[in-house]
């Protein structure tokens, strides 16, 4: 799912390409993408986009007469430019979003269509979507503190909620608890003054660096690699793959659809956390340590 660093720069590149135009025409493929009835299509279209903005990893489009147009791309929806004379969009679009001077295509992989397209007009409707979480960059370490220890969870738990911290999911989360060197179990309310500063330095200065690091990716272009999973990345699906700290191999916690990826030398202070379906089927035999761990790997 694009997150905060994503989201902001699909904000920036779809600012250059479409405030001040007018969105002549929606297209809807996928007729269980549209979650609101008023205002209708026919409203929104005609007029000009004079803003945009993220709310958590949504993006919102704001019009002339207070109109409001966002987008929840969830797990799989990716969106793309396509300019008149150009290719045009193909037949996974759930939706078309025709603008004077060129057409924004949003695509979902996969059979499970998960993302919405909400209408709204007003600020204040436009809030009754917003889940309501601080923005991360925008408070300081005294408000960081008050928002995650307000309740006793774990850090993975919190970081992910979006009625508490705007923007941050599952990708950078494991970023985040890497560089602070903090385990994902580790509950909110335990944690030393030292450790909650050291959370909110590494929160801040990973998606400050990756946002960054994306812009910098895409340039004057528009952003076509947006994934949960990159090269450089220390920990979020490098499962068996050495910590760039310390060489120990990546763990993984498995649930549903999500994992938790961590180095156990790093932040788990050398204990290999229970992965819930994995640790139940081996029992005795589920390594405890890094050097159970070690000890495994070389038989």
């Keep these: 799912m694009p997150e905060l ?79 008149l004379d150009g290719k045009p969009p193909g037949k996974r679009c759930s939706a078309i979003f025709e603008f004077d001077n060129g057409l924004v295509s949003l695509t ?13 007009q007003g600020v204040n409707a436009l809030e009754t979507i917003n889940p309501g979480g601080v923005e991360p960059l925008e408070i300081d370490n005294e408000a960081f503190k008050q928002a995650l220890t307000n309740n006793n969870h774990t850090l993975k738990r919190v970081l992910t909620d979006p009625r508490i911290f705007s923007g941050i999911g599952n990708a950078y989360s494991d970023e985040i608890l890497h560089s602070a060197g903090l385990s994902p179990i580790a509950m909110t309310q335990k944690l030393s003054e030292q450790e909650i500063k050291r959370l909110f330095e590494s929160t801040r200065e990973t998606l400050k660096s990756w946002t960054i690091k994306l812009r910098d990716e895409c340039g004057d272009h528009f952003p076509e690699k947006v994934t949960a999973f990159r090269d450089d990345m220390a920990v979020h699906g490098k499962f068996n793959k050495p910590c760039p700290v310390c060489a120990t191999p990546i763990q993984r916690i498995r649930y549903a659809t ?42």
């Excluded at 969105?23 to 008023?38: A, D, G, S």
């Excluded at 279209?45 to 409001?68: H, M, P, Q, T």
């Excluded at 979902?108 to 709204?120: C, I, N, Q, V, W």
């Design 5 to 83: 660093p994503d989201i902001q720069v699909y904000i920036e590149a779809l600012e250059r390409r479409v405030i001040n135009q007018t969105l002549r025409k929606i297209r809807l493929q996928n007729p269980f993408l549209l979650q609101t009835v008023e205002p209708s299509i026919n409203q929104i279209e005609g007029i000009s986009v004079n803003g945009l903005r993220r709310i958590g990893k949504r993006i919102a489009f704001g019009f002339d007469d207070d109109y409001w147009m966002v987008l929840h791309l969830m797990i799989a929806g990716r969106l793309q430019w396509h300019t």
């Design 108 to 120: 979902e992989a996969g059979t499970k269509k998960r993302a919405s397209l909400h209408l709204l």
């Design 258 to 299: 999500y994992e938790t990826n961590y180095c156990p030398r790093c932040q788990t202070n050398g204990k290999v956390l229970a992965d819930r379906s994995l640790s139940r089927l081996l029992n005795k035999d589920w390594p405890r340590t890094v050097e159970e761990l070690e000890s495994a790997t070389k038989i």
